[in-house]
């Protein structure tokens, strides 16, 4: 079982609409959670931390299960400009991250 | 801003030969890093560094070498390329420790090895 788990997608949704991608992650003493956007071909770029209360910002919004270990980002009203690649990022143990695969979005007229 | 900038962006080796990934940053950030992606798979830490004189392996460290020399500077030195070190490398950086805050990556350096 991989440390990160993402559903690679691609979800592909037409504008407007609402979007959720789910990240499960193996280790229940983890200690902080990100989820990370990857347009193609470029560097990951910080998208929003993930509280243990959930926070919103704009249309994203993010949750974290640490029940059942998992966290979650919904997009609302979903824009052309969202279409990229949503990285789970976990802090498992001192100072290294892991990084799920991504999950990829499209969205579309 | 520059943030952190990496050369070159593309590169092609032939097997055995080495060379070295350039990093720096601008930001004053203690903690610098090296990952690796590659199709199918997830960002994977190489080698990373909590402050000038100090690095450490990370996930894949093998055929890789580092030196934080300085505060700006990380290079990573392949020091005989194989073609399973055909990948994207993204050198990171950021003002806390790994999990405690933003991270800060350059825009890659794709590496072909023939």
């Known amino acids: 079982r991989k440390e990160v788990e993402q559903d690679p997608g691609p979800f592909n949704v037409p504008e407007g609409a609402t979007v959720a991608f789910n990240c499960t992650y193996s280790n229940s003493a983890s200690q902080s959670f990100f989820w990370y956007r990857q347009d193609c071909r470029k560097e990951p770029k910080l998208l929003m931390s993930?509280?243990?209360s959930g926070n919103e910002d704009g249309r994203f919004t993010a949750q974290l299960n640490r029940a059942s270990q998992y966290i979650s980002l919904l997009i609302r009203d979903s824009k052309l400009s969202d279409s990229a690649t949503y990285l789970c990022?976990?802090?498992?143990?001192?100072?290294?991250?892991?990084f799920g695969t991504g999950t990829q979005l499209k969205v579309e007229l | 801003n520059a943030g952190v900038t990496q050369t070159p962006k593309f590169q092609v080796l032939k097997t055995g030969q080495s060379m070295t990934l350039q990093c720096a940053q601008d930001?004053?950030?203690?903690?610098m890093s090296w990952y690796r992606q590659d199709p199918g798979m997830g960002l994977r830490l190489i080698h990373y560094?909590?402050?000038?004189?100090?690095?450490d392996q990370g996930e894949v460290p093998n055929g890789y070498n580092v030196s934080r020399s300085t505060t700006e500077d990380f290079p990573l030195r392949l020091l005989s390329a194989a073609p399973s070190q055909t990948s994207v490398y993204f050198c990171a950086s950021s003002r806390q420790r790994p999990g405690a805050g933003e991270l800060f990556f350059g825009e890659g350096s794709r590496l072909t090895v023939l």
């Open positions: 993930v509280y243990s």
């Open positions: 560094s909590v402050g000038a004189g100090i690095t």
């Open positions: 990022v976990v802090n498992m143990r001192g100072n290294k991250l892991t």
């Open positions: 930001m004053n950030h203690e903690y």
